[in-house]
Each structure stands twice: as C-alpha cells, then as structure tokens.
C-alpha cells in the first residue's frame, strides 16, 4: 500500500510536465472549413455516395466528430461568413463584412462590445503561427482569394467586398503557400511582387503547380472561382485534395511546423442557390481532402486536423413537399435517383440560357437535367429578373433570379427541401484529429473554437498582446509628432507621412514595409487603413525605432 501511494505521488507530479510534453509534440495545425454547410447536407452527402456504391459506408470526416458549434455574428444570431471564420481565427465575435476587424457596437449586440475598439484590426492565428512561433503558413480554398474566409485568416477590413484593400494585404502578409481562385485580383504589380520576395506564381497552370517541390508559391486558378466540381475539368484545374496535398507538401518543410487553412468555398455557393446536387458533390471533394490532412495527420504524429463550417446555408432537407405522404416508404434509389440526370449547377444553366435563343430553353433543360419542362415552368424562367433577354418587360419580372428559378423547377420535382437562400442561424458540427486524442467536444461557442486553436499553436493569451504590437494606431504611436498627413493614392491606396524629431517616415496601406528617411524598413506584418476612422495601424515597433535608433533592425519574417 505504502509503494503505491508513492507511485501515485509520482505521477501527480508528473501530470503537468506530461501535458506540457504531449501540447508541445504538436507542431502543424490544419483547420478545414466547408463553407455554409448544414448537417443535413452531410447526411444527403453520405446517402448520395452510398447510392452509387452500397460498399460506401462513411465520409472521411465520419470517424472524426466530436462536438458542435455555436457561430454567429457579434449583433446576430445567423452569421455572415466575414465574422463568423473571423471569430475562429480573432477570438473575437464581429459584424456582417467585417474581415478580422473589431465590429461597432449597437444596440442589440450578443456580445459586449467596446465602442473605442471599432474598427480595430485584430491578430489571426495565421499571423501569430508566423511571427511568434515561425512556422509556415498556407491558404487552400475554391473562391476568389481575396474573398471572406481566406481574407479572414490574412487581412483586415471592415467591408468584405474592398478586394482592392483585402488582395494586397494578403499577398503582403509572407504567407508561404496560397492555392485557389481570382488571376483577376492578382494585379501585375501584386505579382511582380510576389516574385521579388522569392515566391514561384501560377497563373492558369496546374503543371506548374504540381512539379514544385519546395519554397513559396502562389497558384491561382480562374478570373475569380474556380469551378463547381460538377464542371471542374481534371486536366486544368486540380481537386481541393490535390491543392491541399501540395500545400502540406511544400509547408511541412518547415522545421518549426505549420497553420494551413483550407475551404470548401463553394459549397455555400451552391446552397445559397439551393442547388442540391451541385452542393453534394462539392462537399464530396471537401471530404477528399478532409481525407488527406487526415491521413498525414495520422502519419506525421505532430499534426491537428480541425474541420467545422463557419455557418449553415440553404435550410437544405431530406423530406420536402413532395414526401409529405409516404416519406417513411421512399428507397433511397427515389431519393437519389432523380440527381443523376443533373449534369450541369444551375448557376452554369442559367449562364447558358442567358446567351441562347429564347425558344433553345426547353431543349437545354432537357439535355442537362432531364426535364420536360412545363408552360408553367417556362413562363416562371421568363419572368425571372435577370433575365435579360426575357420576352417579358423588366417591370414585370418578379421571379427570384435565373439561377435560384432553376432550382426550383428542378429541385421541386425531388424529395429535396430547402428553406432559405440566405444563411442559417443552426449550430453546426465539429470533427477533430488530435494525435494525443485532446479534441474539443461537446457544444462549444465560436470563441472556444479560437482559444483550441491557440492552445494547440502554443500561443494561448497572446493574440490581443500580438494585436497591440502589430496593429497599433498611428495616434498613439506618434502622439508627439510634429506633422502628420494621410493622402490617398487611389480609391483603396493611402499613404502616411509623419515627421518625427528628426526622422521622416512614410507608409503605404497595405504593403508590409515603411521608408524611413528614405531608407527601406522591412515589417513582419501588413500596414492596414481604415477609411472609416481615418486612421492607419502599424508595429509598435516603428515608435522605438524612430525614438532610439538611427539605423533600423530587420524584423523577422
């Protein structure tokens, strides 16, 4: 008895260097997000892929759940996807279109909101996995790049649409692997620059993509999205797996580890048009690679899987209208069945319509989905409102768009139902790999899922110290100073001027270096202006430099 309170002595001393060591093995953190997708569309997603093969008993994200979340925006309960990933990368609950920023307090606020922080930029994981544990970084998403989740994880701004602030921030920010969409906001400068701090950049070339085998790398695909993987064209444009399995290719190099984020941008794309079919099969390609960071996950032993949607989408359902008598005898072939005729997203339908002669329409419809269309039907295409080309007159179109009309008429002869085009306020689900099995679970807030990652990242309490550092206002850093002027470039461009004792120091929004006295000073972080207060955020560091030194230290990158 003696022996074995001595031994269980021992190991309660134990119990706290043992969970510093199993916290300190993790060295790579993958964070995956289907856009916008519900828990209904995970079972249609399952049911849709055991139809087509009986064997198929489980997605990849199966044997992972553990948890689910509650996201939302800091003022409402339905969540726009700026705030909403914004919150998991910040910790801090925001507005509609605010990227990663402090949102302005109102009257109805879920959270307590301070009003002297509105519009502050605040720190993301990402740029605390860079500058304070130097590890690599990584975005892998469907959208355009500058749009809001992988904005969320790497600029900063209170309106989501400013792609002529969010697009150089991020191409600033020294994030070594980027692969998605949007050649279009990829400016000539914006590349050149890119090429001159050492990153290979593809434009349109998969090729390219895939025979780098190490250092940094833009890979852009697309004027703005890539294509629903109901029309991607394997030779042109690569999977979600195949770009997730180069990035964790090139970033696990990275002695000190890495923070990847991954989106399956276009299944809320899909969802918000109530385009079923189009949705499954995107969230299916997500799977895939759920699938590969999984399996080196598992095989690495120092890697963290988290996966969750920022939000729900569409108020999809197995069980509509039509099922209304008789759903509890319906095969799973009825319910399946009807989606392989859909060839075609709506959205690619409705482009194809808009360019045909109006009387090609039912022989389109009939190619692509199978369906003979209805007068009715017919004249519910002609009334929709982006219809140009329509033979009714404008005033008179009151149908939902083109694309959302389709889904309509396609969708209502299934047992499919949607509720919305908009978002939903559910919570939504939580899957986790965690090497030691130290997963979240149960429900938790948006805020947790944030306070999990920084714990994993060992980062935990010092994103709001990062924040101060990186992103302090140029008030305060130069109360004294003798001038200071903003002038704007262009319609997104600012600049800085302030004249300090004997030192003159300009900045650009957006770059990730200032002049001072004429002399480049490279920074670990993007300058970032917000028109709406009028006030520029840069390092706390640029005061120090200013006050003590006359030659300026080089930030690590």
């Known amino acids: 008895m003696k022996k074995l309170k001595v031994l269980l002595v021992i190991a309660i001393l134990l119990l706290p260097g043992m969970v510093f060591c199993t916290q300190d093995s993790i060295k790579n953190v993958i964070l995956m997000i289907p856009d916008g997708c519900s828990t209904a569309l995970l079972s249609m997603t399952r049911q849709y892929a055991q139809y087509h093969d009986a064997n198929y008993t489980s997605l990849p994200i199966d044997a992972y759940f553990c948890g689910m979340v509650m996201t939302h925006s800091s003022d409402a309960p339905i969540g726009d996807s700026a705030p909403t990933t914004s919150c998991y990368v910040t910790g801090q609950p925001s507005q509609t279109g605010f990227v990663s920023t402090y949102p302005v307090k109102t009257d109805h606020d879920l959270y307590p909101i301070d009003a002297k922080q509105a519009y502050q930029p605040m720190a993301t994981v990402l740029e605390a996995a860079r500058i304070l544990k130097h590890k690599a970084t990584g975005l892998v998403f469907t959208c355009e790049f500058p749009h809001a989740t992988p904005a969320d994880c790497s600029a900063h701004s209170y309106y989501r649409s400013k792609y002529g602030a969010i697009a150089p921030q991020m191409v600033h920010n020294h994030i070594d692997v980027v692969i998605g969409g949007g050649t279009k906001y990829l400016t000539d400068k914006l590349a050149k620059e890119l090429k001159t701090e050492g990153y290979q950049v593809f434009l349109n070339d998969k090729k390219g993509m895939e025979a780098t085998q190490s250092g940094k790398m833009w890979a852009l695909f697309n004027k703005t999205c890539m294509e629903y993987e109901i029309e991607r064209k394997p030779a042109e444009e690569p999977s979600l797996a195949e770009m997730t399995q180069k990035a964790i290719d090139l970033l696990s190099q990275k002695k000190e580890g890495f923070f990847l984020m991954v989106e399956g941008s276009k299944v809320d794309w899909a969802a918000h048009d109530n385009d079923v079919k189009t949705a499954i099969l995107d969230f299916l390609a997500f799977n ?10 598992r095989k690495d032993g120092h890697t963290v899987v988290l996966v969750l949607p920022d939000h729900g989408c569409g108020g999809f359902n197995i069980g509509s209208r039509q ?7 319906l095969t799973l072939d009825q319910i399946m069945k009807p989606l392989d005729d859909y060839t075609v997203s709506t959205w690619s339908m409705a482009e194809m319509i808009k360019k045909e002669e109006i009387n090609k329409i039912p022989e389109l419809i009939k190619k692509y989905y199978n369906i003979t269309l209805t007068e009715e039907e017919l004249d519910k295409i002609y009334h929709s409102k982006d219809f140009k080309n329509s033979p009714i007159d404008k005033e008179d179109r009151k149908e939902a768009s083109l694309t959302k009309t389709l889904a309509r008429i396609v969708y209502d002869r299934t047992y499919f139902g949607t509720t919305t085009y908009g978002h939903t306020g559910e919570d939504v689900f939580m899957a ?20 999990y990652l920084c714990r994993q990242l060992g980062i935990t309490g010092q994103l709001s110290r990062l924040t101060e550092d990186i992103f302090t206002s140029h008030t305060t850093l130069f109360p004294d100073a003798k001038n200071i002027t903003i002038d704007s470039l262009d319609k997104d461009h600012y600049r800085l001027t302030v004249q300090y004792k004997k030192h003159k120091l300009v900045a650009n929004s957006y ?45 690590h990158n």
């Open 511 to 555: 770059d990730n270096y200032v002049t001072i006295d004429k002399q480049i000073v490279p920074l670990s972080s993007v300058i970032v202006y917000q028109e709406k207060n009028k006030t520029f955020y840069l390092p706390k560091e640029l005061r120090e430099m200013l006050t003590n030194n006359d030659k300026f230290a080089q930030p």
């Open 288 to 297: 895939n690679a759920v699938q590969v960071a999984m399996d080196f996950a």
């Open 432 to 451: 986790c790999y965690h090497p030691q099995n130290d997963r979240p679970n149960g429900v938790i807030s948006n805020i947790e899922v944030n306070e």
């Open 323 to 329: 099922s209304n008598h008789g759903y509890d005898r």
